[in-house]
């Protein structure tokens, strides 16, 4: 869950679009810490996600205080990236204010180019789509 503060805010007094971007990417580094992919492992693993696309679609605005719930899954997946979708969700009226699509690449450290994801990791993000 997300809740817009004062600084979240602009000039419409509405959440800005940078606000939801920034919710969309704590969303996957929460969801991909709670599947056991974090930090530590990445660095073990030798490669880390990059992102290379983000689509927003913006269906309603937030305004101050209003709560949303937030939810994301890893929809699709080619050798070294994926399509993770984000969808986030007005609480109070539980009308859908925002959905992602951002495409991420995973890439080699040492190289700095995208590398195969291992099947372990995908393993552990391939979960039901909500």
């Given at each position: 869950m997300v809740c817009p503060a004062?600084?979240?805010?602009?000039e419409l007094e509405h959440v800005s679009n940078q606000v939801y971007l920034r919710?969309?990417?704590?969303?996957?580094r929460a969801h991909s810490d709670a599947l056991g992919w974090g930090t530590d492992e990445y660095r073990r693993c030798g490669a880390v996600?990059?992102?290379?696309?983000?689509?927003?679609?913006?269906?309603?605005?937030t305004l101050l205080g209003e709560a949303l719930a937030v939810t994301t899954w890893v929809d699709s997946w080619k050798r070294v990236s994926c399509v993770r979708k984000t969808e986030l969700v007005r609480i109070a009226d539980e009308q859908v204010v925002c959905r992602a699509a951002t495409t991420w690449a995973f890439v080699s450290f040492a190289q700095g180019r995208p590398t195969r994801v291992p099947e372990a990791m995908r393993a552990a993000f391939e979960v039901p789509a909500p």
């Open positions: 004062v600084g979240d805010i602009d919710w969309v990417l704590q969303a996957a996600w990059v992102v290379r696309r983000h689509e927003i679609d913006y269906a309603h605005a």
